[in-house]
Structures are given as C-alpha cells and as structure tokens.
C-alpha cells in the first residue's frame, strides 16, 4: 500500500513540475487549450484571451509558432473583440513562414488573408519589413496545392503591397515629405 501512495505522489509531484509554467511549456499549452475550448467553447476562451492578458499573450504565443497544435486551436477560437482578432491575425502572419498550408487553410471565413498576409506587425523597422516579406514569399513559394493557388496568389499580393507601404512609411524621405509646416504666430505690438 505504501509503495502505491508513494508512486502516486511521485507522478503527482513530476505531473506538477512538468506542468509549470516556463519559457518551454506556457501557460495554456495547445492540448489543455483544446480541451477547455471543446467544454467550454470557443466564445468563452476567446473572452478569457481579452481579460487574462498572460494567457492571451501565451495563446498568441504559441499560435505564432506554427506548431500544428496551436494552429488547430487559431481554427477552433473565434475572435470575441477587434483586439483578439488583431492580436490572432499578427500571430498567424507570425506563423506564416513556418507554415504557410496550414496558415492559408486557415484564411478567409474567420480570418482575412489580406489582414493575416499584409505584415500587420505593430512595430517593424524597415530590415524587419524586408526580411519577413522576403521568408513569407518564400513560404508561400512552397505551396503547391491547386486547392490553395487563389489564397497563395492572394496571399502573395498583400504581402507585395502591404511591403511597399510599410517601406515607404518608415522611408525618412517620406516623412520629411510630408512633414506639416509649423503655423506662424502672429508677433504682439
């Protein structure tokens, strides 16, 4: 009895500690995830990602990894607010060069390929700007499903525009360009 008692608490204690929360094994891991979507659905968790910013952070996280865990939950979640929808369409443009057939069969109900494809990063200088679209067109190279061929060329256009606008945004000649002209005071007499 007392060897039972004692295997119980050594998987309990090695559950637990594998279970923690580190850099390897975020909060919210893909198959608990799943499970808490297939309970609880997927307007609740979408609701969660909004009010629990360390899990959303680590739902996105994981999501823009690309691993195909993480992608089935992007296709079960369904977006609760303009920011969870944001957020989703940055981590799934995050994951594109890692997986682009599994991110395109992910676009166009719930998720627009024109947000996902055209670089919506918040913050990206313009080495950032040319590397990614550079991986993404790369990526997207890659597929050749027929199946897929309208998103890929779509895909491909957003990415191409979307690049040109970014560059020319951060582009410092643009900026001087349209630079507004300080408004003149009038002096006192």
Not at 3 to 26: D, F, H, Y
Not at 97 to 120: D, F, Q
Request: glycine letters at 4%; proline letters at 5%; a positive charge.
């Amino acid at each position: 009895m007392r060897r039972k008692i004692a295997a119980a608490a050594l998987i309990s204690l090695t559950a637990a500690i594998g279970c923690k929360e580190n850099q390897w094994v975020p909060r919210g891991r893909a198959q608990i995830l799943l499970s808490e979507i297939k309970l609880r659905g997927p307007e609740t968790v979408s609701r969660r990602i909004d009010t629990d910013e360390d899990f959303g952070r680590s739902v996105m996280d994981g999501i823009a990894t690309g691993d195909s865990v993480w992608l089935d939950v992007a296709a079960m979640l369904t977006p609760a607010s303009a920011s969870t929808e944001a957020s989703l369409a940055i981590a799934l443009a995050s994951a594109l060069p890692r997986a682009p057939r599994r991110v395109l069969t992910l676009l166009g109900n719930k998720y627009s390929t024109e947000e996902v494809c055209g670089i919506p990063f918040l913050k990206a200088d313009s080495s950032a700007v040319i590397t990614y679209h550079d991986e993404a067109a790369q990526a997207l190279g890659s597929v050749s499903a027929p199946s897929l061929a309208t998103k890929v060329a779509v895909c491909r256009t957003a990415l191409d525009s979307s690049q040109s606008r970014r560059l020319e945004r951060i582009n410092p000649a643009y900026v001087i360009k349209n630079k507004p002209t300080p408004v003149r005071r009038r002096s006192r007499r």
